[in-house]
């Protein structure tokens, strides 16, 4: 009998939405009931490329936009093989931020188009689900620490959400919005349920192309 596959899922969102807190909170409560489960976030800032991007987010380098694309993009694929090992294995991957990231926060500024933006990425592995925490920049702009990296101002994030809706409205990959206006533990709840409908989709399937 082949393998089941793990599920590739991500979550997206602007800055503050509680991506990380829920991912953590996904990955806890896969181990539990004793599922295979990995997380990934991205950037990742522990490679070679990804400490270029961290230097440029922390405001402490500067780099051309199309060259910072470019990079966010080289990061997630120098995790490909990696990715690919684990959900063939059966392992289920958690990923906070992922290409639809890199698209919305580039498009987000000025002359640069959603489909230059999404060049780059066409090919890496689909995710079987994206959770969309949707939250408005004004409200996160409230939380903590809102402001210490380099594209957390709510003029720029409001442009980013726009970004990500139309990333939405292209049908090509499977979106679930949650309300993440909501308590942690209901936000987790929402996203548990809507995961393990993923996961079980996603077991007999082959591994899709993002925006192919």
Not at 187 to 196: G, T
């Amino acid at each position: 009998m082949a393998c089941k596959r793990g599920a590739l899922i991500v979550l997206e969102g602007v800055d503050r939405a509680g991506k990380t807190t829920q991912c953590t909170k996904l990955v806890e409560s896969f181990r539990e009931v004793g599922r295979a489960v990995h997380l990934l976030r991205f950037p990742d800032r522990t490679t070679t490329i990804g400490k270029l991007i961290s230097s440029y987010l922390e405001n402490k380098s500067d780099l051309e936009d199309h060259t910072v694309h470019l990079l966010f993009s080289a990061n997630r694929w120098e995790l490909v093989p990696l990715m690919k090992k684990k959900l063939e294995e059966g392992t289920t991957l958690i990923i906070d931020r992922y290409a639809f990231s890199g698209v919305a926060f580039t498009s987000a500024k000025p002359d640069f188009s959603i489909e230059w933006c999404k060049a780059p990425d066409v090919g890496l592995p689909k995710p079987d689900l994206v959770l969309y925490l949707q939250l408005s920049p004004a409200a996160a702009a409230q939380r903590g620490e809102f402001g210490t990296e380099r594209y957390e101002t709510s003029s720029f994030q409001q442009r980013v959400q726009g970004r990500f809706e139309q990333l939405m409205d292209e049908n090509s990959v499977n979106w679930q919005v949650v309300d993440a206006s909501q308590s942690i533990d209901e936000v987790h709840d929402n996203i548990k349920r809507l995961s393990l409908s993923a996961l079980t989709a996603a077991e007999h399937q082959p591994i899709a192309e993002l925006w192919r």
